[in-house]
């Protein structure tokens, strides 16, 4: 994250959701939504949100979203698959 400089924001269909800085190396995390993210990630509720983020199989579990149209993808691409390669990071410890 060294060097990244990103504001993107995950929320639903409804637009209910959060907005994230990444900024000098940390991820800071805001209530509601921002007019101007470089990309969002819409799903279709939050139910589906939380397990396709949280899912063991991420990148298999994000392209079938794509596919069932349970995620929607909005703004610049390229920052979305370096977001998508950093979810691997978040997963819950053993």
Known sequence: ????????QIQT???VGRHFRIQDGRVRSFAG??????FALTF???DRGFKILSAQDGKEAFLA??????L???GDFVEV???????????PGK
């Open 33 to 38: 939504l921002t007019a101007t993210p470089k």
């Open 72 to 74: 929607f993808l909005s």
């Open 65 to 70: 979203a794509l596919h069932d149209e349970d």
């Open 44 to 46: 279709r509720n939050a």
């Open 13 to 15: 269909l409804d637009k």
């Open 1 to 8: 994250m060294a060097g990244k400089n990103l504001e993107f």
């Open 81 to 91: 698959l370096w977001f998508q390669g950093f979810t691997a990071y978040l997963q």
